[in-house]
C-alpha cells in the first residue's frame, strides 16, 4: 500500500513538472501562474504546494532534470560533460572543436524547453538567476581547465577566453531555440569552430606562450 502512494504521488509531482513544461512553452514563465499549472494538470493550488512551496522550486526542479539531460550532474559533482569538454580543449584542435559543438547541437531540440524557460525564469526569480550564473561558470571552468592542462595562453586570460567561447555557443544555441537555423548550421557550427579555434586552439607554428624551436 505505501508503495502504491508512493508511485502516485511520485506520477503527480511528474504531472506538475510536464504540465508546467508544456505552459512555459506555450506562454512563457512570466506568464504562468501556479493556478495555470495546477489546472492545466487537473489538480489544485493546494496540491501543486504539497510538492512545491514556490513556482520557483519547480523551476529548480526543471533545471535538476536538464542536468540529468545534459549529463552534467549538479553544480557541486559535475558530470561527464565537464570533462569532456576539458580534453577537448586540451586537445585544442579545431576538428575536435567542430566535433564536440556538432554533438552538441545534436541535443538542443531535446532541451530546448528547459533551457528557455531557465533562462526567463532567471529574470525574474533572483535564486534561479545565481543558479543559471553558476551552471554557465562550471563550464567556463571546465574550459579554464583544459587550457591550464595544456598550459596554453597566459594564465590570466585563460578564463576569459572560456567565457568569449561559451558565450557564443550559448547565443548561438538560444537563437536556434527561437528562431532555428538561420543559415546552413554546418557553415554555423564550423565559423564557431574557428572562432573556438583561434581563443582556445593551438596556433599555428606552436603552441602559445611557448617559443617554437630554431627562435630566439
Not at 562550471?138 to 595562453?153: C, I, T
Not at 567561447?165 to 532555428?180: C, E, I, K, Y
Request: aromatic share 8%; charged share 25%; proline share 6%.
Amino acid at each position: 500500500m505505501a508503495g502504491l502512494r508512493a508511485a502516485q504521488k511520485e506520477m503527480t509531482r511528474r504531472l506538475l513538472l510536464s504540465t508546467a513544461l508544456e505552459l512555459f512553452q506555450a506562454r512563457g514563465y512570466a506568464g504562468t501562474t501556479v493556478d495555470d499549472i495546477a489546472k492545466a494538470a487537473g489538480t489544485t493550488r493546494v496540491t501543486f504546494y504539497a510538492y512545491f512551496p514556490s513556482r520557483a522550486a519547480l523551476m529548480k526542479a526543471l533545471v535538476a532534470e536538464l542536468d540529468a539531460l545534459r549529463e552534467r550532474g549538479s553544480a557541486a559533482e559535475p558530470g561527464p560533460a565537464g570533462p569532456a569538454l576539458a580534453a577537448v580543449v586540451r586537445a585544442g584542435e579545431r576538428a575536435g572543436f567542430e566535433v564536440w559543438l556538432r554533438d552538441t547541437s545534436r541535443r538542443w531540440p531535446e532541451i530546448r524547453p528547459y533551457v528557455l524557460a531557465a533562462h526567463e525564469a532567471a529574470v525574474v526569480e533572483p535564486e534561479l538567476r545565481e543558479l543559471v550564473d553558476r551552471w554557465f561558470d562550471d563550464v567556463v571552468s571546465a574550459v579554464e581547465a583544459g587550457l591550464d592542462q595544456a598550459g596554453r595562453f597566459a594564465p590570466d586570460s585563460r578564463r576569459l577566453r572560456g567565457f568569449l567561447a561559451l558565450t557564443q555557443l550559448d547565443q548561438l544555441a538560444r537563437r536556434w531555440m527561437r528562431h532555428g537555423w538561420e543559415t546552413d548550421p554546418a557553415t554555423a557550427l564550423g565559423l564557431l569552430a574557428d572562432s573556438w579555434q583561434f581563443l582556445l586552439g593551438e596556433p599555428h607554428g606552436g603552441p602559445a606562450g611557448r617559443t617554437p624551436r630554431g627562435t630566439a
